[in-house]
């Protein structure tokens, strides 16, 4: 796992720059910085607008009692996203902006959830599950 977050935090800011130079190569140094500047914007109003509309879901679940697993899963994604679009270069808001896209997030979550499922504790009425806490494992004041 950490030669991966090693092989990333060395990758990712070379790929970033060597894009952001070709560009700058092809179109120009101040079209470049613009188109920055634009994209940051544009996914900073899309952060925003999907992110309250998966607030707004959130919400309407919890109203009607049910657990909002999904809507959770899309915020995540959503919160990913906007850390992607802080990020500066073409190629994390190129995969930020894909994750601002609700039919994109769809594809994704089923991925997610299979991957953390067993890292979920569930607390509520039914059988015990793998993997579940229950209160009668907990002991009074934890």
């Not at 079209?31 to 920055?36: D, P, Q, R």
């Not at 109203?63 to 802080?86: C, N, S, T």
Request: overall charge neutral.
């Amino acid at each position: 796992m950490l030669v991966w977050l090693v092989l990333l935090f060395i990758a990712v800011p070379l790929v970033e720059l060597f894009v952001i130079v070709e560009t700058a190569r092809s179109i120009g140094t101040l079209e470049t910085i613009g188109l920055l500047i634009l994209v940051s914007v544009v996914g900073a109003w899309m952060v925003k607008a999907q992110g309250m509309a998966v607030l707004w879901r959130v919400r309407s679940k919890l109203h009607e009692g049910q657990m909002p697993g999904r809507e959770l899963v899309d915020g995540a994604l959503v919160l990913f996203a906007g850390a992607l679009m802080l990020t500066p270069g073409f190629a994390t808001d190129a995969f930020g902006l894909l994750l601002l896209f609700p039919p994109t997030r769809m594809a994704i979550r089923p991925i997610l959830i299979r991957r953390f499922r067993h890292r979920v504790a569930y607390f509520g009425p039914g059988e015990a599950k793998p993997g579940t806490i229950h209160d009668t494992d907990l002991a009074d004041g934890e």
